[in-house]
T-cell receptor, first 115, second 109 residues
Framework: GAVVSQHPSWVICKSGTSVKIECRSL??????MFWYRQFPKQSLMLMAT?????????EQGVEKDKFLINHASLTLSTLTVTSAHPEDSSFYIC???????????FGPGTRLTVL | GQNIDQPTEMTATEGAIVQINCTYQ??????LFWYQQHAGEAPTFLSY??LDGLEEKGRFSSFLSRSKGYSYLLLKELQMKDSASYLC??????????WGAGTKLIIKP
């Protein structure tokens, strides 16, 4: 299956700063990548769909000006959490579809803690 | 609205069999996935069902009944490493993935 990497794996930042998370498809050209957020003991929540070469599609209730997504190449999508606040602390995971069943291949996730 | 129901938590004994149920009400159906997620890690793909019946893959099997809006994941010969959350996800008519909240499975020796 496709291999997806994420960087950083964890980050701690001060409130008000911006954090960039990178998601790379290592062996697969990904025209589409998905960004999820997961709070403790809760399921995945789709934030946005990242499309190579065009604007991302955001889910209802997700602020596009706060969560900036850039998908400039077929192997890299980035999520920038701008002016992060403690309530943005969460586990952020990217994925891209592929395989025999169009299943999701997830990156290892990024644990964000905002102080 | 769209809804997927799974038990929040289940406990089973090492070596035993456990069945994790998932019921769904979605706008259309284009398949159902099961994923395993260990604590602090990303989910990994386990199975996919789009037709009624049982799909077996080693110790894990997944069953689907589209008329009942029901699926289950069956885990046999449980091992301690099977302790994880199991997520049910349905592909709706718009090919959007609808995720269940997951079932936390606790394996006891």
């Amino acid at each position: 299956g496709a291999v997806v990497s994420q960087h950083p794996s964890w980050v701690i930042c001060k409130s008000g700063t911006s954090v960039k998370i990178e998601c790379r498809s290592l062996d697969f050209q990904a025209t589409t990548m998905f960004w999820y957020r997961q709070f403790p003991k809760q399921s995945l929540m789709l934030m946005a769909t990242s499309n190579e070469g065009s604007k991302a599609t955001y889910e209802q209730g997700v602020e596009k000006d706060k969560f900036l997504i850039n998908h400039a190449s077929l192997t890299l999508s980035t999520l920038t959490v701008t002016s992060a606040h403690p309530e943005d602390s969460s586990f952020y995971i990217c994925s891209n579809p592929g395989g025999d069943y169009n299943e999701q291949f997830f990156g290892p996730g990024t644990r964000l803690t905002v102080l | 609205g769209q809804n997927i129901d799974q038990p929040t938590e289940m406990t089973a004994t090492e070596g035993a069999i456990v069945q994790i149920n998932c019921t769904y009400q979605t706008s259309g159906f284009n398949g159902l996935f099961w994923y395993q997620q260990h604590a602090g890690e990303a989910p990994t793909f386990l199975s996919y069902n789009v037709l009624d019946g049982l799909e077996e893959k080693g110790r894990f099997s997944s069953f689907l009944s589209r008329s009942k809006g029901y699926s289950y994941l069956l885990l046999k010969e449980l091992q301690m490493k099977d302790s994880a959350s199991y997520l049910c996800a349905v592909v709706d008519s718009n090919y959007q993935l609808i995720w269940g909240a997951g079932t936390k499975l606790i394996i006891k020796p």
